[in-house]
């Protein structure tokens, strides 16, 4: 590769400036249509090109410096630094065509048309998005010599010219991870605690899904309760992209705790296990009501609403209408569709010799029909306060081997624990784990001692 010339390295100071990088970072955090700036930054992936620098949409840039265009036989490197394009740049708005999008920003309808037919066969426009990114390079002639479009869900194709047409590709884009930690000292619910954290409330269902065979995160957290999750984070270009993975975590509650880590066995299957490898998953879910967003702080204080006695078969709890509700256990239906005073309910029949029932549902899922399999956490119907029934909620009755039971007071089998030939593997993991969870601090008490001034 050549020395790069002094045009281009001033380009390049420039094009990396702090300043140029947190508008990018913005832009890319905010959405780059809310800002208006263009937010690629193709230099990770294409180290042959200098990053781009931000372009206006809607208008056509030009280049602060103009030159000749170059030889042909001028290395790609400097082939960003040293044309003459203007470029067109930004993401498309609600309702907007790629051909609006670029048409709007200035470019010819034909050589627009040409961009856009450059990536048939690798491109469904019709399907695109608001959100998606695009940029066009555009020669004096007008003519296209590169147009890039990405997907809001991080798919990106280039087409360049080539021999006087454009061709296109895909670029792969490298997506790294990293291990970070989150914890917290409930003050409302799960939710709105890592909301207001500002962490993606979104990570309270992957501790949900980890632990929901011990702890109702509807009914059990209690204010002060404290959890600590190590979270694998997906990042793309330096900035991060979600949550892919809990790989550990731990929850003291008052009236619950329970420490986790995740362990995935030779054969690809994936469970929580406890330090010494003793399965998290049991035959029932603690609760069959599936965790979703919510915004009444702790929910019901009495845990349920009402309990199981000789004249009430089951236990209500109270919860918004369409809540989902989840299959306690693999199972089978038994029945599904109105019955009597449960109204629109569910039941299931379990290999345990188990019975569970589901009343007052809003609705069914579609599949929850005679005779097909559940599996557990599946969402087999939604809360609502059909037949008798004063008000939302769900009546959840069990039965064993015919009798009626309470669900609250049984005690399930745990799942498998892990085999002596994966334990060793997994020990290895807690240690390192359980060190990491501990660095974690609790951020909460932070925050209510400030509250207190
Ligand atoms: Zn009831």
């Known amino acids: 590769m050549s020395e790069p010339t002094r045009g281009n390295a001033k380009r390049d100071r420039r094009g990396r400036s702090s300043a140029a990088e947190f508008l990018l970072t913005v832009a890319a955090l905010l959405g780059a249509g809310a800002l208006g700036l263009y937010a690629f930054a193709p230099e990770v992936l294409e180290r042959d090109r200098p990053v781009a620098?931000?372009?206006?949409?809607?208008?056509?840039?030009?280049?602060?410096?103009?030159?000749?265009?170059?030889?042909?036989?001028?290395?790609?490197?400097?082939?960003?630094?040293?044309?003459?394009?203007?470029?067109?740049?930004?993401?498309?708005?609600?309702?907007?065509?790629?051909f609006a999008a670029l048409s709007a920003g200035g470019v010819d309808p034909a050589a627009a048309q040409e961009a856009i037919r450059s990536l048939e066969g690798l491109v469904s426009f019709r399907r695109a998005r608001p959100g998606d990114r695009y940029e066009v390079a555009i020669d004096e002639t007008g003519?296209?010599?590169?147009?890039?479009?990405?997907?809001?869900?991080?798919?990106?194709?280039?087409?360049?010219?080539?021999?006087g047409k454009l061709v296109g590709r895909r670029i792969e884009i490298p997506v790294e991870k990293r291990v970070v930690g989150i914890g917290g000292r409930l003050r409302s619910s799960l939710y709105e605690t890592l909301q207001r954290q500002g962490e993606d409330p979104g990570l309270a269902f992957l501790l949900v899904d980890a632990f929901a065979w011990d702890i109702d995160f509807y009914c059990d957290p209690r204010e002060g309760d404290t959890f600590r999750m190590l979270v694998e984070q997906l990042v793309v270009e330096g900035r991060p992209l979600g949550y892919s993975q809990l790989l550990a975590a731990e929850y003291l509650g008052e009236l619950v705790s329970v420490t986790g880590y995740r362990h995935e066995d030779q054969g690809g299957g994936v469970g929580y296990y406890d330090e010494r490898g003793q399965n998290l998953q049991k035959t029932f879910l603690k609760s069959p009501l599936k965790y979703a967003r919510v915004t009444s702080g702790f929910g019901r204080r009495v845990h349920p609403v009402l309990g199981f006695s000789h004249r009430h078969n089951g236990v209500d709890f109270a919860a918004p209408s369409?809540?989902?509700?989840?299959?306690?256990?693999?199972?089978?239906?038994?029945?599904?569709?109105?019955?009597?005073?449960?109204?629109?309910?569910?039941?299931l029949r379990h290999p345990t010799g188990h019975e569970t029932q589901y009343c007052h549902l809003s609705r069914i899922a579609p599949g929850v029909k005679l005779g097909q399999r559940v599996a557990q956490k599946q969402v087999i119907g939604a809360v609502g306060s059909t037949g008798r029934s004063t008000g939302p909620h769900?009546?959840?009755?069990?039965?064993?081997?015919?009798?009626?039971?309470?669900?609250?007071?049984?005690?399930?089998?745990?799942?498998?624990?892990?085999?002596?030939?994966?334990?060793?593997?997994?020990?290895?993991?807690?240690?390192?784990?359980?060190a990491r969870l501990a660095e974690i601090s609790i951020g909460g008490s932070q925050s209510l001692a400030s509250q207190a001034q």
Request: one cysteine or more; hydrophobic letters at 40%.
């Open 53 to 98: 620098e931000p372009v206006a949409p809607r208008s056509i840039v030009r280049p602060a410096v103009v030159e000749k265009p170059e030889p042909a036989e001028a290395a790609t490197e400097d082939r960003a630094t040293a044309e003459p394009w203007f470029r067109v740049g930004g993401s498309l708005r609600p309702g907007q065509t790629m």
């Open 143 to 163: 003519a296209v010599k590169r147009f890039q479009y990405q997907t809001s869900s991080l798919k990106r194709f280039v087409a360049e010219e080539q021999g």
């Open 322 to 347: 369409g809540t989902p509700v989840w299959a306690a256990a693999d199972g089978m239906v038994k029945r599904a569709g109105w019955i009597g005073a449960c109204g629109r309910a569910i039941f």
């Open 394 to 434: 769900l009546h959840y009755g069990m039965k064993n081997r015919g009798r009626f039971v309470n669900p609250l007071t049984q005690n399930f089998p745990r799942g498998k624990p892990l085999p002596g030939e994966e334990l060793e593997a997994f020990s290895a993991d807690v240690v390192r784990y359980r």
